[in-house]
């Protein structure tokens, strides 16, 4: 068992796996996630900035949240961030598509086995008696 103290309000916690917040800075993250969802959506066209202000969230977390894809943005919105590898400006997510498409492909190239070919028949010698040398 890890006990570790909260980064948010430094009481210790068993700490399980995730990021080191103890449940109530939790349970209040997961509600101030809720307040920016819905703000979103009677908000489509607000940026990074009026959500973050509106809501007291920092817009760091609201990027966190936009990279593990709990929210996204719709298309006519302007908010975008940045692909982790090319800079292209996403909606969601951590790549661009260009940027996960190469790297299937590099993977696939990576993991791709080459066939063996298959084992020549054995010649057959008739039903003759063989002795192995020893």
């Known amino acids: 068992m ?3 103290p909260c980064k948010n309000c430094k009481r210790l916690f068993n700490y399980l796996s995730g990021p080191a917040i103890c449940t109530a800075c939790r349970e209040k ?3 101030k996630f809720q ?3 819905d703000y ?3 908000n489509p066209t607000a940026s990074l900035q009026n959500v973050s202000e509106s809501n007291e969230v920092s817009v ?3 990027k966190t949240w936009v990279r593990e894809e709990r929210l996204t943005f719709s298309d006519d919105s302007p908010v975008g ?3 982790m590898n090319c800079g292209a400006m996403i909606k969601c997510g951590k790549y661009c598509e260009n940027c996960k498409g190469k790297m299937i492909n590099t993977l696939n190239k990576s993991i791709e086995v080459e066939k063996p070919e298959p084992p020549e028949p054995r010649k057959s010698d ?3 008696m063989r ?3 020893v």
């Open 29 to 31: 993250l997961e509600e």
């Open 35 to 37: 307040q920016v969802k």
């Open 131 to 133: 002795f192995l040398d």
């Open 81 to 83: 961030i940045e692909c």
């Open 126 to 128: 008739g039903n003759r």
């Open 60 to 62: 760091k977390q609201l």
């Open 40 to 42: 979103i959506r009677e």
């Open 2 to 4: 890890d006990v570790r």
